[in-house]
């Protein structure tokens, strides 16, 4: 449910089924620091795009196995 939550969010396709399905399985405070620290990533991501921000020389973002 957290998952298809945070999906349907970055696609900005959240509807009262997933709504529904996440409130199921969550507490009200727990769906608000869900939604915060998602959007909250999504907006990190967002400014580092449009700022043309890049990894510092020789940094391993995404090490052999998916794993760091």
């Not at 915060?36 to 907006?43: C, F, I, L, R």
Request: charged residues 20%; glycine residues 8%.
């Amino acid at each position: 449910a957290m998952l298809a939550l945070v999906d349907a969010m970055c696609a900005g396709t959240v509807d009262d089924a997933i709504r529904a399905e996440a409130a199921r399985h969550h507490d009200p405070a727990a769906l608000v620091e869900l939604a915060w620290t998602a959007g909250q990533y999504s907006s990190l991501s967002m400014i580092t795009d449009a700022l043309g921000v890049e990894p510092e020389p020789g940094l391993d973002l995404c090490p052999p196995g998916g794993t760091s």
